[in-house]
């Protein structure tokens, strides 16, 4: 069975970091594009970052450019999505997903993790 879990969101004061989780099972996350997306409410869902991890290459929106970084670790078959300097608007339930390369249908989700950032 495919299934991703996060984990690693909760409760910061803005310009403070987290280290999100997105563990994968029933699949090697290298053979995989790993992207993250967050929800805020009232908000449409948002890609935030992408790894394609056999190519090595990563893609970031505009807003988290420069404070979010994505990253693997095969060995734990988990991707991780570090965030700093934290702001109030990237509040959002954050989830990942899995797809093949080339295709524009994710076929596994996670449950989401809650992100909350304070002023």
């Known amino acids: 069975e495919v299934q991703l879990v996060e984990s690693g969101g909760g409760l910061v004061q803005a310009g403070g970091s987290l280290r999100l989780s997105c563990a994968a099972s029933?699949?090697?996350?290298?053979?995989?594009?790993i992207a993250w997306f967050r929800h805020a409410p009232g908000k449409e869902r948002e890609g935030v970052s992408c790894?394609?991890?056999?190519?090595?290459?990563?893609n970031y929106a505009d807003s988290v450019k420069g404070r979010f970084t994505i990253f693997s670790d095969n060995a734990k078959n988990t991707v991780y999505l570090q965030m700093k300097d934290l702001k109030p608007e990237d509040t959002a339930v954050y989830y990942c997903?899995?797809?093949?390369?080339?295709?524009?249908?994710?076929?596994?989700w996670g449950q989401g993790t809650q992100v909350t950032v304070s002023s």
């Open positions: 790894i394609s991890g056999s190519f090595n290459t990563k």
């Open positions: 997903a899995a797809k093949f390369r080339g295709s524009e249908e994710y076929i596994a």
């Open positions: 029933g699949f090697t996350v290298d053979d995989y594009v």
